[in-house]
């Protein structure tokens, strides 16, 4: 069984093929694109082989987690992760509302929207629907990390903020939440705001240690947090 609160220094599919079924409750990721950014050890590959790859990864991510997968993925390669996934059961949206261009630009059309496909691997699973404060439509809004914010600064090539992860986090049952993907960690913050646990694997020791640093602040705030509202009670 995995450890919890632990980001294993690895490719997903060794650490994954080391877990037993149902080894986690929820997986929530967002997988390489296959769109030429720098991953470190990953690099882009033909589509053909992408998408064997893809197929393969949604298999074992299915067989782990007890309950659901989310899967953030871009819109070129929607149709054929949907495909991938057996229980697939609806597409949800990020909406990044602080991305757009005027002027002269390449693209037909900015995309602002990240497809993310849900599929429900439990026999039988209900949402957590009494979340305060937690929206409950498919589409997720949030701010995208900056290289030039102070508190959202972006740290990774592809970092989504804590709000794209935390309405699925929140209304999804489940006790251990992993992400095969960990990159800079959001997965984890989210896991610890919520009073979840986590669990991660991260092929690029670069990013295990930021998503470390950035783990052990969250943990910090959330400490002070607890000392408080127990001071004033």
């Excluded at 093929?17 to 929530?28: G, M, S």
């Excluded at 914010?149 to 309405?167: F, G, T, W």
């Amino acid at each position: 069984m995995p450890s919890t609160n632990k980001i294993y220094n690895e490719d997903c599919m060794d650490t994954m093929a080391r877990w037993p079924d149902n080894a986690v409750d929820v997986i929530v990721t967002s997988p390489p694109w296959n769109a030429k950014k720098d991953y470190g050890p990953y690099s882009s590959d033909k589509k053909e082989h992408y998408i064997i790859w893809l197929t393969c990864l949604c298999k074992e991510m299915e067989r782990v987690a007890a309950n659901a997968v989310y899967v953030f993925m871009s819109q070129e390669y929607m149709w054929e992760l949907k495909e991938a996934l057996s229980g697939f059961t609806q597409w949800l949206y990020y909406h990044r509302r602080n991305i757009g261009a005027t002027g002269r630009i390449k693209n037909k059309w900015i995309k602002t929207i990240t497809p993310i496909a849900m599929s429900v691997t439990a026999d039988k699973m209900s949402m957590e629907s009494n979340v305060k404060g937690v929206p409950t439509i498919d589409l997720i809004t949030g701010v995208n990390p900056q290289s030039d914010y102070i508190h959202n600064k972006r740290v990774h090539p592809a970092q989504d903020p804590v709000e794209a992860y935390l309405p699925i986090v929140a209304r999804t049952p489940g006790k251990i939440f992993y992400d095969p993907f960990m990159g800079s960690g959001t997965l984890a913050l989210t896991a610890i705001k919520l009073g979840k646990q986590y669990v991660g694997s991260e092929i690029n020791p670069d990013f295990v240690d930021i998503a470390q640093k950035r783990i052990k602040q969250e943990v910090s705030q959330v400490d002070i947090f607890n000392q408080s509202t127990q001071l004033t009670i």
